[in-house]
């Protein structure tokens, strides 16, 4: 099932949950990846929120929104770097893409399988890919006043299983929004204790999101035996096959009288 890109936008752009979704995702997405500079990186589904420090030090900043969802201009008010794309089939060469990450994309598209496969075409050697998706066991998944009460809610060792399937390595698992979501002042007051809190303790179970962090897995192409054949064989049994004549004597054979 699919969100309206409107419906995420007022989300994550006009309620107070979703700017501290936002800056609480934001903070998690670059303490673990940092320094861009010089690489391309893109966002497909709703990834917007999450781009933005992004763009001042990286090559390219893309943001990939599917057609089931729509499209928005984004960032607002600058250069446009959002892009209106087939879910599984993006206009991006092979191996182009440095760092790539997957917000309110992986667990409401039509076809997960199409689409890790498409992600994995576009990630460049050395690439990462960054998921972000509702935890099955957490409050959010269960709550269908934010957008992470849609689509299908994954376990670590669910989504772990399916990017193998897909030729992923899955190298690193994090959790976030470990805050109840709430509009209420109070919840919200207390967002910032309770992220904190839970980031510092060992319950990922109640967190509202699993992300995982993966490489593309490349197999060696198998080796077809020597380059070249020999250009002059030895010739040292040659004479088994075909036995050299003897060398001719002086001397007459008895036949020969």
């Avoid at 990846?33 to 391309?40: C, E, Y």
């Avoid at 498409?118 to 709550?143: C, D, H, K, T």
């Avoid at 919200?188 to 303790?201: D, K, N, Y």
């Avoid at 490349?218 to 049994?237: D, F, H």
Wanted: charged share 20%; hydrophobic share 40%; proline share 7%.
């Amino acid at each position: 099932m699919h969100l309206d890109v409107v419906d995420l936008r007022g989300f994550y752009y006009r309620t107070k949950l979703g700017r501290i979704v936002q800056r609480a995702l934001r903070v998690q997405l670059i303490k673990h990846w940092g320094d861009t500079k010089g690489q391309t990186v893109v966002g497909f589904g709703f990834a917007a929120p999450l781009l933005r420090p992004f763009i001042a030090n990286s090559r390219r900043v893309m943001c990939l929104m599917p057609g089931q969802q729509g499209v928005m201009p984004w960032p607002e008010g600058e250069p446009n770097h959002s892009v209106l794309v087939e879910e599984t089939a993006w206009p991006i060469a092979t191996g182009k893409v440095d760092k790539l990450v997957v917000l309110h994309g992986l667990e409401t598209c039509d076809n997960a399988g199409e689409l890790l496969d498409e992600i994995w075409r576009v990630l460049g050697p050395g690439g990462q890919v960054m998921f972000i998706v509702p935890n099955r066991s957490g409050l959010w998944a269960r709550s269908d006043k934010t957008p992470f009460g849609f689509g299908r809610p994954y376990s670590v060792t669910q989504l772990d299983n399916q990017l193998r399937q897909h030729n992923f390595v899955p190298e690193r698992h994090f959790s976030a929004l470990f805050f109840t979501p709430s509009e209420k002042p109070f919840w919200l007051r207390m967002a910032r204790f309770w992220e904190g809190f839970g980031l510092r303790s060992i319950v990922p179970l109640v967190a509202g999101v699993v992300m995982v962090e993966a490489t593309k897995q490349v197999y060696a192409r198998p080796k077809s035996g020597l380059g070249e054949a020999v250009r002059k064989p030895l010739e040292a049994l040659e004479g088994i096959a075909k036995p050299a004549n003897k060398p001719a004597s002086g001397k007459l054979s008895i036949d020969e009288y």
